[in-house]
């Protein structure tokens, strides 16, 4: 056996992440699954509650592994600082609520994911929180008419589910900034891949990862990235520039100016909602994000080929899909998604609900599934399953109608996936 001279200490990384375990530690990147810390001293232990950023206190809203994710995440996204939550919804809702209170309003565009719709138009409604609805293709003086003096903040989606609108959002931020207040956006469909919102504007940017991120269905997850960039003390935003009293009178701007708004969303709504990702799910979407750049284009290519080819049917009455030159968003994609609109297609078949049913019952590669954004190819028919229980006023302004069916594209052989859908129309 080969005598080992050296002595001296070598620094790894981990392989995952470019964690650098300390002596002792695990070197792969570790699945630090445990609720708890130990500390050298009682002292210590209140210099961390002091300063939450110092260490560790506690897996309810910061762990090892998840602090990985996030910082990868951060750093696609060009953000600042970043934090993972236990869903996508998790990551809307506290997006939110980490700046408005009882009495405020915000804006959003009226063409989001159904699930948002439902938690800001009756959840956030209850706890005293308004939702302005505008439609996605406001004009910018009718975006400016919609603002009243407690709007906190402006939410978009870069590529709405099932929609499929572009937002734009250097139009939307403009507007949120000169009201002085910042423009959320859910990247969910484009991922940093497509599209990086923070470059074009926006403040905070939220996730699913139970999306293209995880890629594979394995695991719920969303996130919420700090761009860092927004100015809090422009005196809207006292919960950050003044003294949190929950906080033992912390001043998020003035102690955490690199980041303050995810610094409060974990010190204080992460403390006291808990909705925090388990080690082992940050170690799974970890797995996701490492072929994310691998598996965008050719989710790309492939819906584009799809969407080409369901476009050239006389059984379908529309195709949504930014990536066709025909799309109305078109010119949007051109701008903010250059490579690639992702793999989501909507598209109305002719014959309303009845017809789209017997469509996807018909399919035999694609499943039928509430999911969307993953390797296998899935259907999903929004008006009787995600967007349920929406009015018809808000199904027309999300831009759905009975005979609308999403279709996740996944990365099987784009011949297997054309012929599945040319079997299917032959049937109608
Ligand atoms: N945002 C978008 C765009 C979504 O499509 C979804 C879920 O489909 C969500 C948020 C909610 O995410 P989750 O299902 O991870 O809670």
Request: aromatic share 8%; net charge negative; with cysteine.
């Amino acid at each position: 056996m080969k005598e080992i001279k050296n002595t001296a200490k070598i620094e790894t990384k981990c392989l995952h992440s470019g964690y650098t375990p300390k002596n002792g530690e695990p070197r792969v990147m570790p699945i630090v699954q445990s609720t708890t810390y130990v500390y050298d001293s009682t002292n210590s232990v209140a210099d961390v509650f002091d300063d939450p950023t110092l260490s560790l206190i506690y897996s309810r809203f910061e762990n090892p592994t998840t602090d990985c994710v996030e910082k990868k995440i951060a750093a696609l996204e060009g953000g600042a600082a970043a934090m993972c939550t236990s869903s996508g919804q998790a990551a809307s809702l506290l997006s939110i609520l980490n700046i408005c209170e009882a009495g405020d309003s915000f804006i959003a565009s009226s063409s989001i994911y159904g699930g948002t719709v439902n938690l800001f138009g009756f959840t956030l409604k209850k706890m005293g929180i308004e939702c302005i609805w505008v439609d996605v293709n406001a004009t910018p003086e009718e975006l400016d008419s919609a603002f009243k003096p407690n709007t906190k903040a402006v939410f978009g989606e870069t590529i709405a589910n099932p929609a499929l609108t572009v937002f734009d959002i250097e139009m939307w931020a403009n507007a949120a900034h000169k009201h002085n207040v910042p423009l959320i956006v859910d990247n969910t469909f484009a991922t940093p891949y497509l599209c990086r919102p923070i470059e074009w504007g926006a403040d905070i940017v939220v996730h699913s990862t139970s999306k293209y991120m995880d890629g594979h269905a394995v695991q719920v997850g969303g996130v919420i990235v700090d761009s860092g960039k927004f100015n809090w003390d422009n005196g809207k935003f006292p919960c950050l520039s003044e003294p949190d009293e929950s906080y033992h009178g912390t001043v998020y701007t003035k102690q955490y100016p690199a980041a303050p708004y995810i610094t409060k969303a974990r010190m204080q709504l992460m403390r006291d909602f808990g909705c925090y990702p388990a080690a082992h799910s940050s170690f799974l979407l970890n797995l996701g994000l490492e072929t994310l750049a691998v598996r965008m284009p050719v989710y790309c290519s492939n819906a584009l080929k799809a969407a080409e080819f369901i476009a050239s049917s006389d059984k379908v009455e529309a195709v949504y899909y930014p990536g066709l030159k025909t799309d109305k968003y078109h010119s949007l994609a051109e701008k903010y998604l250059p490579l690639g609109t992702s793999g989501v297609i909507s598209f109305s078949i002719k014959g309303g609900r009845d017809a789209a049913v017997r469509f996807m019952d018909s399919l035999e590669l694609a499943s039928n599934e509430v999911h969307v954004a993953d390797i296998r190819t899935c259907v999903l028919h929004p008006a009787s399953a995600t967007h349920r229980q929406l009015s018809d006023e808000q199904l027309v302004a999300a831009g759905i109608d009975g005979g609308l069916i999403r279709l996740s594209v996944g990365l099987e052989n784009i011949d297997d996936i054309l012929a599945d859908l040319k079997q299917a129309f032959d049937k109608m």
